[in-house]
């Protein structure tokens, strides 16, 4: 892994179109990560993610920015801003589809931990990275952190 | 569910003294700042600067023995951390698996309108 970026790649067997829908409409957002995602589907646009707090009914609303609106190649969008009124660093999330032989190939890119200062990615990279993983550094903790992972 | 994500946690574990330090804690065991100066490459003011940091962030907890304090790792805290960081990464593989399958449902639907 690239550090400061999260890859990730699925095999989708649907045409592009249908897959650029699913990840740029809030309506079918909504079904696969906030409770509620509020946007229009337009560059610049802004919006929000809501979720909810099944117990106790908190609400808990995430500012989001559409980046870019390229159907059905492109959708992107920055979240977890640093900074009120969508300022400052910010993760930047990016879809990119590709046609194939029988559906859409997903790539999905999560980048700019690094300029949050998080330094999650070298961590990450670490964790993922068994040969100098923190599971070696670690011995004692290698087991909690093997149960961690397989939570779902 | 929210990835909010605890900054002055992720920046106090994102330094790489300070991990090798966490390694070095819970591979042998509470140690103090001299200790510790002991096996690393950089001195026993900046090893006492690094644990003030994990301190701050319940990562790892001083005990009073003797002239130094003994620092140990909080295991629970770590945890929580190390959770955090790979949440990062699965929430993205189950938010795609989602995507799968709404899309895959929607393809399966139209085709079925199609044929009727």
């Known amino acids: 892994m690239e550090q400061g970026t999260i890859e990730r ?3 989708v067997d649907a045409s592009p179109e249908v897959v650029f829908e699913v990840v740029s409409q809030p309506e079918h957002m909504r079904e696969w990560w906030p409770d509620d995602a509020r946007f ?3 560059a610049g646009a802004p919006g929000e993610l809501v979720w909810r707090n099944a117990d106790t009914g908190e609400t808990t609303t995430v500012a989001l ?3 870019e609106v390229d159907p059905p190649k492109r959708f992107s969008f920055r979240w977890c801003f640093t900074e009120p009124d969508r300022g400052g660093p910010a993760l930047l999330v990016t879809f990119d589809l ?3 032989g029988t559906g859409t190939q997903i ?3 999560e980048t ?3 300029e949050m200062g998080w330094e999650i990615a070298v961590l990450e990279a670490q964790y993922q990275d068994h040969e100098n993983g923190w599971d070696h550094y670690m011995p004692r903790l290698g087991g909690y952190v093997a149960r961690l992972v397989a939570t779902p | 569910m929210s990835t909010a994500v605890d ?8 330094d790489p003294t300070r991990r090798t330090m966490i390694d070095l804690l819970l591979s042998d065991g509470p140690g103090t700042a001299t200790s510790l100066s002991r096996r690393l490459p950089v001195t026993r003011q900046a090893v006492s600067k690094h644990l003030a940091v994990l301190d701050r962030v319940g990562l790892i907890h001083a005990e009073s023995a003797g002239r130094e304090r003994h620092y140990q790792v909080d295991e629970a805290q770590l945890a929580r951390a190390v959770a955090q960081l790979s949440a990062v990464g699965s929430t993205w593989d189950a938010r795609l698996r989602r995507i799968k399958r709404i899309a895959e449902a929607i393809e399966r639907n139209r ?5 009727e």
């Open chain 1, 9 to 11: 790649d699925i095999h």
């Open chain 1, 40 to 42: 229009e589907s337009v």
């Open chain 1, 65 to 67: 920015a559409v980046v």
């Open chain 1, 98 to 100: 590709t046609p194939t």
């Open chain 1, 107 to 109: 790539r999905m890119t």
């Open chain 1, 112 to 114: 700019g931990f690094r």
């Open chain 2, 7 to 14: 900054d002055e946690l992720w920046s106090a574990i994102g």
């Open chain 2, 111 to 115: 085709h079925h309108d199609e044929g």
